[in-house]
């Protein structure tokens, strides 16, 4: 029992921290620790794993993993060269894959990591790491705190509040100066703000949902020249895209989706493509069967080019152009495209094709008839 009057002596403290460090208790409490870790050697193979990373990535204890951490975590550029995890332009961007160099020339290092998973998740980390040598070899330890949900909450908030603000803000401008607007022009203020208000507690409820698991599929026939044609005209009703000069070419197909999803998916990509552009610069909206493939793709060009470091982010959570915690990006593109409707999603930003957003969805009658 404890009594303060006692301390034990420095070589009796060195004896008992010895014995734990070399005892299987100690490694037992490392691997139930309730935050993933990682021991990396140099070649940033994994070469330890706690229960928690194996919860993760859903792996069994005894799987002898010799893999690097995006691709046991599945990460989606992990494949995008031969050598996996660590090589590809993406890698560049990557917090974990930053924070491991930084350990790898003998420094400690933190930071957040956004690794986008096959299916259109994100998953995000703050990321610990430290350098240690043992018998002559440098290793890297590597703490990873999952913190998914938190982001996503303050994303989600932030976005939110940040965008109401700003109607009510411009609502108390409009106020101010109703005696001097036309009765016209007021009508106009007054429908742009109802549709932007309306398009974000919308987003705000879908995307909550979305990450939330908590979404429904509602099938049916859904009309794809019609539902591209009632995006355009909604969105270039906001005043400052009024003036954006857009072109649907007509398919006459189809496609068997939710509606919703797909027209959320659409707005947001047409509304990306709207706002990167010019009122002198056309958007081509187009789609087409992709026959043997079973995938419907439609099709979005614009005229302005994505910065090489801005494509390397798109599709993370939270990432915009806007700024820190603004916009709902990519992300929710591919979240919804890929996680409900079953699809893919694509972009080319080149000076030959210029830039081209591409939605790949099946058709999804045998889930209807379900």
């Not at 703000?193 to 705000?204: A, G, K, V, W």
């Not at 010019?278 to 079973?294: A, C, K, L, V, W």
Request: hydrophobic fraction near 35%; proline fraction near 2%.
């Amino acid at each position: 029992m404890f009594d303060p009057r006692y301390r034990d002596t420095e070589e009796e403290i060195s004896r008992q921290a010895e014995a734990i460090i070399h005892s299987p208790v100690f490694s037992s409490m490392l691997n139930d620790i309730p935050n993933m870790i990682i021991i990396m050697n140099s070649r940033r193979q994994i070469i330890y794993r706690n229960k928690k990373f194996n919860e993760i990535v859903g792996r069994s204890l005894d799987d002898r993993i010799t893999r690097r951490p995006g691709e046991c975590l599945l990460c989606v550029h992990a494949a995008n060269n031969q050598n996996g995890c660590g090589s590809t332009e993406f890698c560049k961007v990557c917090g974990l894959a930053n924070s491991i160099k930084r350990s790898e020339k003998g420094t400690r290092s933190t930071g957040e990591c956004n690794i986008t998973l096959d299916h259109g998740e994100t998953l995000t980390f703050r990321v610990h790491t430290i350098p240690f040598t043992h018998e002559d070899r440098r290793y890297v330890f590597a703490y990873m705190e999952d913190i998914s949900d938190y982001k996503t909450r303050q994303m989600l908030e932030n976005i939110f509040l940040h965008d109401i603000n700003n109607s009510v803000t411009a609502l108390n401008g409009l106020n101010e100066m109703i005696n001097d607007l036309h009765s016209k022009e007021v009508r106009s203020i007054i429908n742009d703000l109802s549709l932007r208000l309306t398009d974000e507690i919308h987003s705000y409820r879908v995307i909550t949902e979305a990450e939330n698991h908590s979404l429904s599929l509602m099938v049916s026939e859904v009309d794809i020249d019609e539902l591209l044609e009632n995006v355009v005209r909604s969105l270039v009703s906001i005043r400052s895209l009024r003036n954006r000069k857009v072109t649907v070419r007509k398919s006459g197909y189809a496609i068997f989706t939710d509606e919703t999803l797909l027209r959320r998916v659409m707005i947001n990509t047409i509304k990306n493509a709207l706002e990167a552009s010019s009122d002198e610069e056309e958007i081509m909206i187009y789609s087409r069967n992709g026959g043997e493939s079973g995938l419907y793709h439609i099709k979005v060009k614009s005229i302005p080019l994505i910065p090489k470091h801005v494509q390397m982010q798109l599709f993370q959570r939270a990432f915009s152009t806007k700024g820190m915690g603004r916009g709902w990006g990519t992300y929710s593109i591919r979240l919804l495209t890929e996680r409900y409707l079953g699809g893919k999603v694509s972009f080319v930003s080149n000076r030959q094709r210029r830039t081209i957003f591409t939605i790949s969805i099946p058709s999804l009658k045998q889930y209807r008839q379900q």
